[in-house]
């Protein structure tokens, strides 16, 4: 079992890094929030699950132990593979997670692209006792009575910034993608993170 990759990030896209170790490039798939963390040059240490199929053999990479062990334990839910595991951990943190299932909160995972009120009934019967209990209310790091940014915002703001965006670049094309984001959202659909940062790199290369 590979528990971990460390080496120099050799390249990085919207969903992955590619890690040098041993003059191999380890590809490696990261959530945004992951991502943003990484620069291009510099050495990075990533929690890792290895998903076996009949035809590939794919790397899962984690901030930290505890997201690893986390989307490990949720594909014991017969409806969540690696894909669907991965979203929830990119859009929620495990702790909240823990706390959705122990809470049998539907809406937090419903927030996740991919599962409807139906699916996360059902998960909330699957992984109810799996997961653990969650360490105690996560701080958010926004003042009391302030809004928290949306979860897609903040992951596009994490991917654009893991791709060498500047903050400053970053806040401008989350402005420009905004309206399309609330269009979504008022017509009940979660807003998908992938087409948002497509259209937010299309603003960057226009205005460079």
């Not at 120099?8 to 170790?21: G, I, K, N």
């Not at 706390?99 to 019967?125: C, S, W």
């Not at 659909?189 to 460079?208: D, E, F, G, M, Y």
Request: with cysteine.
């Amino acid at each position: 079992m590979i528990a971990f990759v460390s080496g120099t990030v050799a390249a990085l896209a919207p969903d992955a890094a590619v890690v040098e170790v041993g003059g191999v490039g380890m590809a490696v798939q990261c959530t945004p929030n992951t991502l943003s963390a990484f620069r291009i040059g510099r050495q990075a240490r990533l929690a890792v699950s290895l998903v076996v199929r009949e035809d590939s053999l794919t790397l899962y990479g984690f901030a930290d132990d505890d997201e690893r062990q986390v989307f490990e334990l949720l594909q014991t839910a017969s409806s969540v593979g690696p894909r669907l595991a991965q979203a929830m951990l990119a859009v929620h943190t495990p702790d909240a997670l823990r706390r959705a299932v122990a809470q049998g909160d539907e809406k937090t995972l419903t927030a996740v692209p991919g599962i409807g009120k139906r699916g996360a009934q059902r998960l909330l019967l699957e992984l109810a006792g799996r997961l653990g209990e969650p360490a105690g209310a996560a701080e958010t790091g926004h003042p009391a009575g302030a809004a928290a940014p949306a979860p897609w915002s903040e992951q596009l703001r994490a991917a654009l910034v893991g791709l060498g965006y500047s903050a400053h670049e970053a806040e401008e094309a989350i402005a420009a993608v905004t309206p399309a984001a609330e269009a979504a959202a008022a017509d009940g659909a979660a807003p998908r993170v992938s087409q948002l940062l497509r259209a937010a790199l299309r603003t960057l290369n226009r205005a460079r």
